[in-house]
């Protein structure tokens, strides 16, 4: 669970901060995955991202910068 809220606090943040413009957190926890993007800054120092989707272990996503690709999250999280 250590990682989990290393990766939702610090990790975000960090890539925010240096404009990486898509995360995503495989939540082996709950089984599901957040997508982060549209990195942005409320205020000095405080970097985090505008839109956050969650998504399901029985969807599928696409995967940016490769339209023609999409990711099966029932491959990652097997029931």
Do not use: C
Request: proline share 6%; charged share 25%; glycine share 4%.
């Amino acid at each position: 669970m250590h990682s989990l809220k290393y990766d939702r606090k610090t990790k975000l943040s960090l890539y925010a901060e240096a404009g990486i413009s898509n995360y995503w957190i495989f939540n082996l926890v709950d089984n599901q995955l957040a997508m982060y993007s549209e990195p942005d800054q409320k205020r000095q120092g405080d970097f985090n991202y505008r839109s956050q989707k969650v998504v399901m272990p029985d969807e599928a996503v696409a995967i940016p910068g490769f339209p023609d690709l999409s990711l099966d999250l029932s491959l990652v999280f097997p029931a």
